[in-house]
C-alpha cells in the first residue's frame, strides 16, 4: 500500500524522505552530545570534537528540517555528484579483465551519464529516487506476502 501511495506522488514522498533524513541527523546530534559526556566521564581526555559534530549535526538537522525544498535540492546534486565522482573512480580503479571490464566500463559510463542528467533535470533525480525506494517496498511486500503464505 505505502508502494502505491509513493507511486502516486513522488515528489511528496522525496520532501518526507528529505524531513525524515533531518530528523535523523538531528537525534544523531543530540546522542552525539550525551555519548561525549558519557566519553568523557569513562576515557577522561578532551572529547570537543565530538561535542562539535553534535552541534554541527543538530544545526544541520534543524535546517534541513525547517528547509525542505533547499535540502531536497541539495540532496539531488550531492547524489548527481555521487554517480559522476564514484563512477569516474571505478573506471580507473578496476582491475579486472575480459567481459567484466567491458561490463565494468559500460556501467560506470551510464553511471556518469545518469550523473549529468540529474545534474541539469533535478526533478528525474526526485522522481527516481522515489520510485526506487516505492520499488523497494513492492519487493519487500511480496517477500511478506509469500512468508505469510508458506
Known sequence: MLAVVIFTFPIENFYAITWLIGLFVLINGVIQIVYRRKAKALVGGNQNWILFMGIVDILFGLLVIFNVGASSAFFIYMFAF?????????????????????????????????????????????????????????????IYVVDALA
Open 82 to 142: 555521487w554517480f559522476i565522482f564514484s563512477s569516474i573512480s571505478g573506471l580507473f580503479t578496476f582491475s579486472g579483465s575480459g567481459s567484466l571490464k567491458l561490463i565494468s566500463v559500460i556501467f560506470n559510463l551510464l553511471g556518469i551519464v545518469f550523473g549529468v542528467i540529474l545534474l541539469f533535470n533535478p526533478l528525474m533525480g526526485i522522481v527516481f529516487i522515489s520510485t526506487m525506494i516505492a520499488i523497494a517496498f513492492v519487493f519487500v511486500g511480496v
